[in-house]
């Protein structure tokens, strides 16, 4: 499908709203201001810097083959396994971790 492309860049008080239109189809708009780009899929973290460094370390033990799982002691082998012990033992410590999917 051929199309054409416009590009069109609006000032809103300090910001500049560059939106890009697509054969009067697509849209896709960013907010620049400052050097800083928004875009619709930045989101907060979902667990705290603390939490995050805990899923590291079991990913870390899980690659040097030391991190056992809970009453068997098997070694984990599974990052999903890893990253599960790791948000496991963050909420046990009370820190900042998503709610658990049901399954």
Do not use: C
């Amino acid at each position: 499908m051929l199309g054409v492309i416009v590009s069109l860049a609006i000032p809103v008080g300090n910001l500049l709203i560059s939106t890009e239109l697509w054969a009067g189809t697509r849209f896709e708009g960013k907010a620049l201001a400052a050097g800083y780009t928004a875009t619709e899929d930045q989101t907060m973290a979902k667990e705290s810097k603390s939490t995050q460094s805990d899923v590291k370390r079991a990913m870390h033990k899980r690659k040097e083959g030391t991190l056992k799982s809970g009453r068997s002691g098997k070694t984990v082998k599974s990052k999903k396994q890893a990253i599960a012990i790791g948000l496991s033992e963050a909420r046990a410590k009370g820190k900042k971790v998503p709610a658990k999917k049901a399954s």
